[in-house]
């Protein structure tokens, strides 16, 4: 059963399907229980992913990473507004800052998935839905409106290798015209990653492809003079125990690996 309308958002069950499996693991590096309880509701067929070996310890050390992200920002700042762009069936604001009353959490995407969001997780006291494209500049006037002296933190988790250079720099753009005090942090293909995307376990059973990747971070510095690059970094440094042997191989050469796949933060200032 097949309910999505757009190719892309069907993506959102694999970490979905993910997170759910390593919930049930003695030695889970993300515990959610709400995902299991969706992937036991959801009509679909989930055992094309079971051989996706390398996307399901990737995925819990990524929602690990930007949980982590989450909280040492939100200790870090006197002000702290947390987007979660693409948000799909993440739970993030219920595994981080639920019911912190001094924390404004947003989570933000399609129409259709988050009617589909809202039948399976309600907001949180602090949390707030929106129905929109991240590549729409509505969301990004009212934050500002909203928050005129919060400090911004942007996630994108598996969502910006999605969509092409073009539509990218605008929404970097974008958001440069708008925030002066923010941060943005994303995972995202590099070009080999891109260029071998029919090998990868879990996306060559989608019809969603990645259209962009990058290899060297500092390139956004060169879209937009606000942007400064905080790091970028290779998810094979984290649990190397979980990892795979390949993973762990290729993690003692960041710079092979970001051919592949990195987790980026940019500064909007």
Avoid at 154 to 183: H, K
Avoid at 233 to 244: A, H
Wanted: proline share 3%.
């Amino acid at each position: 059963m097949n309910q999505f309308k757009d190719k892309v958002s069907e993506t959102l069950l694999i970490p979905l399907y993910m997170r759910a499996k390593e919930s049930s693991r003695a030695d889970a590096i993300i515990r959610d229980p709400i995902a299991q309880r969706i992937v036991e509701s959801i009509e679909y067929d989930y055992s094309k992913f079971d051989t996706a070996k390398m996307s399901e310890i990737g995925c819990a050390i990524r929602c690990r990473f930007f949980d982590d992200m989450v909280t040492e920002f939100v200790r870090n700042h006197k002000n702290p507004v947390i987007v979660n762009l693409g948000c799909g069936l993440d739970t993030r604001c219920q595994r981080t800052v639920e019911g912190i009353s001094d924390v404004a959490f947003y989570s933000l995407d399609l129409p259709d998935t988050i009617d589909m969001r809202r039948s399976f997780i309600s907001e949180a006291s602090n949390e707030s839905y929106i129905s929109e494209s991240m590549f729409d500049t509505v969301w990004m006037d009212r934050i500002k409106s909203e928050h005129p002296f919060g400090d911004i933190l942007l996630i994108a988790e598996g969502v910006i290798m999605y969509f092409d250079e073009a539509t990218l720099r605008q929404f970097f753009n974008d958001l440069c015209d708008r925030f002066s005090n923010a941060e943005i942090w994303f995972d995202t293909m590099g070009t080999l990653g891109v260029k071998n995307q029919n090998k990868h376990d879990a996306i060559k059973n989608m019809e969603a492809t990645f259209k962009w990747g990058i290899n060297n971070g500092k390139i956004l510095e060169s879209w937009n003079q606000h942007l400064s690059l905080i790091g970028q970094i290779s998810p094979g440094r984290f649990f190397r125990s979980r990892q795979t042997i390949l993973m762990r191989a290729l993690s003692l050469f960041p710079g092979i690996f970001f051919r592949f796949y990195s987790y980026l933060g940019y500064r909007i200032s």
